[in-house]
């Protein structure tokens, strides 16, 4: 059948999932193409899909805001090299003129 190959896991995987997520075995059914769950088991499941989707998120929101943080960082990293450059230019400069327009001293004996 098509439907058979369609899908991708068979019953022992359902009921090893099941067992991993300790749902009790009296509390769900499993059919040919469903599982049939009691209403404790369907809470515990949308408990740990809630928790699984706030993983989610709490991971790409960190993710995106280290993502903020370097490209401030970067943003910083060229003013302060902007700035350097500035500041050893002027001091280049400044130096220079004093030195160069020093009256020097000459010596009458």
């Not at 098509?2 to 009921?15: G, P, R, T």
């Not at 929101?61 to 970067?74: D, E, G, I, V, Y």
């Not at 500041?87 to 030195?99: E, G, N, Q």
Request: proline content about 1%.
């Amino acid at each position: 059948m098509i439907h058979d190959k369609l899908c991708c896991s068979s019953q022992n995987d359902v009921k090893h999932v099941m067992m991993m997520l300790n749902l009790s075995r009296d509390n769900f059914q499993l059919g040919h193409s469903k599982v049939f769950l009691r209403e404790s088991e369907k809470l515990k499941l949308d408990y740990k899909l809630h928790q699984q989707i706030i993983s989610c998120i709490v991971t790409i929101q960190r993710w995106f805001r280290a993502h903020l943080m370097a490209k401030q960082f970067s943003k910083l990293k060229s003013a302060v090299i902007s700035i350097q450059v500035s500041f050893r230019w002027y001091a280049l400069v400044t130096m220079y003129s004093l030195s160069y327009c020093r009256p020097t001293a000459v010596a009458t004996w």
